[in-house]
């Protein structure tokens, strides 16, 4: 999406469209933001994670249970909002919508130790998932509406949760 596009859809939600879609569906704004909307939004949720998580002093299996629910909230939220956000803007899996990319780098740091190393190691896993979007990441993008434009990135998320649990393991 262009910077022209970016601004004309954001346009469109200040200008009457349904608030609270655009807001989760943004993830409040960063995926407004340029360059790579996606990376933003990524960026955001893992800082999320390792700030909520530091200052709720959780960590182990509390932590995990805390980001694995995050994931959830965010996938069930994630799925309407995006669909609203699509449709509203009347464009197919519009680069704005970021809820999916903060549902699928939680769930690849659900089993990332509270430390920023590991926080970076998934985030860039989870990135680099989600661009070359292996099989079948590839083929849920083309579910239609916000089912699409979620599952292509849990997926995303769960091949970077399973190197993450291989890290975990030897690493």
């Known amino acids: 999406m262009t910077e022209e596009e970016s601004s004309s859809a954001a346009g469109r939600a200040a200008a ?14 960063a995926g407004l933001m340029r360059p790579g909307p996606g990376t933003w939004g990524s960026l955001a949720a893992a800082a999320i994670w390792y700030f909520g998580l ?32 699509e449709r509203e803007s009347g464009r197919t899996d519009p680069g704005f919508v970021v809820i999916d990319e ?4 939680w769930l690849a740091l659900t089993v990332a130790p509270l430390d920023l190393r590991y926080g970076i190691a998934a985030f860039m896993l989870f990135r680099v998932f989600d661009i070359v979007k292996p099989w079948p990441a590839r ?33």
């Open 54 to 85: 530091r200052a709720a002093h959780l960590t182990g299996v509390h932590a995990m249970a805390a980001t694995a629910a995050g994931a959830a909230i965010a996938t069930v939220i994630g799925i309407p909002a995006a669909t609203r956000a």
């Open 16 to 29: 009457g469209k349904t608030w609270w879609a655009w807001t989760l569906a943004t993830f409040f704004g």
């Open 139 to 171: 083929q849920l993008e083309k579910l239609p509406g916000g089912r699409g434009i979620m599952l292509d990135d849990l997926a995303a998320g769960a091949y970077a949760l399973a190197v993450m649990l291989l890290v975990r393991r030897w690493g």
């Open 102 to 105: 903060v549902a699928g780098q």
